[in-house]
T-cell receptor, first 115, second 109 residues
Framework: ETGVTQTPRHLVMGMTNKKSLKCEQH?????MYWYKQSAKKPLELMFV???????ENNSVPSRFSPECPNSSHLFLHLHTLQPEDSALYLC??????????????FGSGTQLSVL | GQNIDQPTEMTATEGAIVQINCTYQ??????LFWYQQHAGEAPTFLSY??LDGLEEKGRFSSFLSRSKGYSYLLLKELQMKDSASYLC??????????WGAGTKLIIKP
């Protein structure tokens, strides 16, 4: 197992469901991120964790709830989502957060469809 | 406001050269990144420029002009596998990445 792994790859859920996205990194990095990617739009940063502490929360609706139990694992808990939340959710990690030149290592994403 | 502009889509021929441009306006500047993203896959790091000039890595080169707020990614000897989206991102003074919407590159035989 190498890099950043996300599960599930695809998820279809109703607006009343509760589901969780999982991310695991095997790179020994200290920072982890959740991004939202919608078609033909820039990546939107949702949350940043550095050493398991949340350091960034970019005005994300409360129906998205992140959890970082340790520096290798990151979850995104979803509940009562809206159809406009349908998108590709990408997890990423980097050696540190908030420093110049840090390149991100991304997972392949979870393609989420909200019906 | 902060903004990144890059073309939505470009088409090029196998074996040719293509240049993907990116202009940026950010509050401060701590470098310019290029990532490649194949359909359905993770974005992967291509290059990072913080000083003016051209950085070459094999078939791929990246250029930066800080005074013009401009960068380009140059791909030579195009191969079919280069068909992907190319994401430009500028890092601002708070070390936040500001992303462009990506350029979808289509390679034709």
């Amino acid at each position: 197992e190498t890099g950043v792994t996300q599960t599930p790859r695809h998820l279809v859920m109703g607006m009343t469901n509760k589901k969780s996205l999982k991310c695991e990194q095997h790179l020994g990095h200290n920072a982890m991120y959740w991004y939202k990617q919608s078609a033909k739009k820039p990546l939107e940063l949702m949350f940043v964790y550095s050493l398991e502490e949340r350091v960034e929360n970019n005005s994300v609706p409360s129906r998205f709830s992140p959890e970082c139990p340790n520096s290798s694992h990151l979850f995104l808990h979803l509940h009562t989502l809206q159809p406009e939340d349908s998108a590709l959710y990408l997890c990423a990690s980097s050696q540190e957060a908030g420093t110049g030149g840090e390149k991100l290592f991304f997972g392949s994403g979870t393609q989420l469809s909200v019906l | 406001g902060q903004n990144i502009d890059q073309p939505t889509e470009m088409t090029a021929t196998e074996g040719a050269i293509v240049q993907i441009n990116c202009t940026y306006q950010t509050s401060g500047f701590n470098g310019l990144f290029w990532y490649q993203q194949h359909a359905g896959e993770a974005p992967t790091f291509l290059s990072y420029n913080v000083l003016d000039g051209l950085e070459e890595k094999g078939r791929f080169s990246s250029f930066l002009s800080r005074s013009k707020g401009y960068s380009y990614l140059l791909l030579k000897e195009l191969q079919m596998k280069d068909s992907a989206s190319y994401l430009c991102a500028s890092m601002d003074s708070n070390y936040q990445l500001i992303w462009g919407a990506g350029t979808k590159l289509i390679i034709k035989p």
